[in-house]
């Protein structure tokens, strides 16, 4: 198996930490960026204690964490996104990085997805590094279901978008870590601007249904 080196930016947050844990719990290094260097390492440490000695994963500020690694994640709330980016540009530049912000808001009617002026995060992350290779993936994970003590998350598919194949294909195959299976390519970097306000949907369903919903497609399985 093709392992990378990824930084989780954002990897303090319940998403972030999820995600590191189930990379660095199937074999990749994983380094966990934070705004405070003593935030990321103390994450790094509680998803180590998870895992065993053999875990490859350790905490840095943001901007040593993303300059470390070949691949990086970026998991923050929407607030803040394009400053964030624009601290990081630097270090982002030729970088496959992937996305998972959702732009999402909460009324009294429940969860919806912001109006983004780029279309969506990624998008608006690419505009802003426009060397980057930017890919979304990983949006309609929960944060629980990353940090429980299911194996795989085997019975949900992680939908992927880009515009640069060999950036998609690390998202694909980084979901092998989630699910035992490749994520699946759903298309350009643009359809973001529907994956990522789909989640508003899925925590809609969630509250009503009390579950922990996510995306299964079918219909794979009869490709010629
Ligand atoms: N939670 C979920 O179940 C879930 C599921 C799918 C997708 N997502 C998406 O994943 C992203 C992260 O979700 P989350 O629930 O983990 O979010 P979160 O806890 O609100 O934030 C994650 C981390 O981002 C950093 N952060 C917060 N505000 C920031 C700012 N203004 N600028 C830079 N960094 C900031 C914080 O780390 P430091 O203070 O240590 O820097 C924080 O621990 C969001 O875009 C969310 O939509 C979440």
Not at 18 to 36: C, E, I, N, P
Not at 137 to 160: K, Q, Y
Not at 193 to 214: C, D, F, Q, V
Request: aromatic letters at 4%.
């Amino acid at each position: 198996m093709t392992s990378y080196k990824i930084a989780v930016i954002g990897g303090t947050g319940p998403q972030g930490r999820g995600l590191a844990y189930r990379f660095a719990k199937a074999g990749h290094t994983v380094v966990v960026g934070s705004r405070a260097s003593e935030r990321a390492e103390q994450t790094a440490t509680d998803i180590a204690t998870r895992i065993d000695d053999t875990a490859q994963i350790s905490g840095a500020d943001n901007v040593t964490a993303a300059g470390s690694a070949d691949v990086v994640l970026l998991a923050v709330p929407y607030e803040g996104h394009a400053a964030l980016v624009e601290s990081l540009w630097a270090q982002l530049a030729d970088k496959v990085v992937i996305s998972c912000v959702n732009p999402i808001r909460f009324d009294a009617r429940g969860p919806y997805g912001l109006r983004v002026g780029d279309g969506s995060a990624a998008e608006e992350a690419q505009r802003i590094v426009t060397d980057a290779r930017l890919v979304g993936a990983f949006h309609h994970l929960s944060a629980v279901s990353l940090w429980s003590e299911a194996e795989l998350l085997d019975h949900e598919d992680v939908l992927v978008c880009g515009d640069n194949s060999q950036a998609t294909d690390v998202a694909v195959h980084l979901a092998r870590a989630i699910t035992g299976r490749d994520g699946i390519n759903a298309g350009a970097l643009r359809l973001a601007r529907h994956l990522e306000p789909l989640t508003a949907t899925l925590i809609s369903i969630n509250k009503r249904y009390k579950i922990r919903s996510g995306i299964r497609i079918v219909g794979l399985e009869h490709k010629v």
